[in-house]
């Protein structure tokens, strides 16, 4: 854990639960204080002053501590709480704001107001004095800056505290007692955390810290502890982003973990669809997310020291069936139709009414005849995406013919929710709902086969029944499906997946395709979320030996790059967002080294 350091420019310098956090925002050069409050906000910045001017420091992050070093003197943070920042100095002085709303209630303290950030600042001198300086003649208001000045002895201590309407400053521990209780706070955290291998071990911290500053508070729209995706500019919660964090969590914070599903289930609507993202003052559903909850679940279930309470697991099991039942009634060929009087009639799908089949027959012919009419998939049994952003995969090349368009991913996951709904309702003593799950998983099956394996691989298709075949990764993820698969198929798919396989891990679009671009988003860099669907089918398929290439590969990315949102497939060079937490859940699953396991370096 002493190893663990970071630089503040790539990974912001946070804690446990709160919502603020000290970074430097792109294309700046200063640290700021920042928020999450309805996104990523650059509060003010926090200038280091020898002699009045502004100087450079040198910046080391520390879980528990961030230190600004200069020949003239050094500046310490920590976190009190989740809602004050504690700083102080020694032969530097510090300029807080630039040309913010400053005002003054008292001779040691300042309040800095800056409404895009939801929140004001109020600022306490503990030790040297603070001065407001105004920086346009006749605004003695606004706008200024707010100093903070050594004292005899030359030093000074400040608190920072977050709030809404009214300050009320709360007992000051001493900023010792602070760094001690944030260290312990985060040792905790990592111990809980899946154990690595030797060579893993200073990327675990990294990982574990990421995850563990990156969770804040309830407040507003999130109703419970939550991890956002960064806090960087990510700073909000996608829905199938958060199945990977839960996942990670499961074994040392089970009921983090568990909160990480349930803020899903928070705002799901009252059709079944989940959000596409939320903060704490917005939820939207303009895109939705590829349904790997289940999938997530059963994963999550796997690892968990016990299960969880019934209540819990009831609402978890409505909630995914819920979100089954919106895919299949709403985004189905002419599924949602409104009568002419004005209400609504529910669609039947054609995955509840078709007639059973046997899995492995719709494959034996593949050029078996086609089972869409003339005038495309209005007869199909697969649902579709609207937008890439709906499968996650926002600008894939499988979606460069348009859309709507039936992917075989996504059949493939509400396959395996209906399956993990089989499975857990049986568990809970409802036989014939568990059936009837069975039943439509298989009938779902049987539709993927028919209508989208080509007896080498699987492709797509637009609502005319064209087929669209890319060279994206995600025809190949159905290795998800495992032994329902035919083994034959199984080898077809493995072969596929490693098309994709450079030397960092899975390119997301193949490296030799005419449409591969290095920084393409979805169209070729590396992604967490791809890989660990790759890695559990191909687990699931029996194919450890590739699963385990995969995973050891994506490791050492990990180890050399971090923790970014995505990585060049070529270069392993760390791209966009560069402290993600689905990146360090996905390290933590696959760095955790298995029981009976040798080490080995990879």
Known sequence: ??????????????????????SVPRKERRLFLRNCHGGAQDVFPLEPLLGGEPVATEMTGRPWTLELRHAGGRIEACFESTRTLRLRGEGLGLQLGDRHLVYSEAPDRAVINHRPALRRYGVEALRGRIEIRTLVPDQPVFPCVALVSPDDTGGWELAIDEFQSTWVPPERAPFDVCATGAREAFADFLDAMPPARPEDAEARALAAYVDWSCTVEPCGLIRRPTILMSKNWMTNVWSWDQCFNAMALARGRPALALDQMLTLVDHQDEFGSYPDSINDTIVHYHFSKPPVHG????????RMPEPPPRDTMETLLRSLGRQAEWWLSFRMPNAGCRMPNGSSERQTSSAETAPTADPASAIRDPKSSSPHSASGLRHSALPYYLHGNDSGWDNSTMFGRGVPLVAPDLAALLVVQM?????????????????????????????????????????????????????SLIPWLPILLGDRLPADARACLRRGIEGHLTDWGLATERVDSPAYRSNGYWQGPIWAPSTYIAVAGLRRCGFDDLADEIAARFRRLCRTSGFAENFDA?????????????????????????????????
């Open 295 to 302: 999938w997530a679940l059963r994963e999550l279930l796997a």
């Open 419 to 471: 399956e993990v709904l089989a499975e857990l309702t049986a568990e809970l003593g409802r036989e014939g709902e568990a059936a009837e799950w069975a039943r439509r998983a298989d009938d779902l099956f049987a539709a993927l086969m028919r209508e989208l394996w080509r007896g080498d691989r699987f492709v797509a298709r637009l609502m005319d029944g064209t087929p669209v075949e890319s060279q």
């Open 1 to 22: 854990m002493d190893t663990c350091s970071f630089d503040v420019a790539r990974v912001p310098f946070s804690s446990h639960g709160s919502w603020m956090s000290l």
């Open 570 to 602: 070529l270069t392993g060079a760390p791209l966009c967002d560069p402290a993600y937490t689905w990146t360090a859940s996905v390290f933590l699953l696959l760095a955790e080294q298995r029981s009976g396991e040798r080490s080995r370096q990879a």
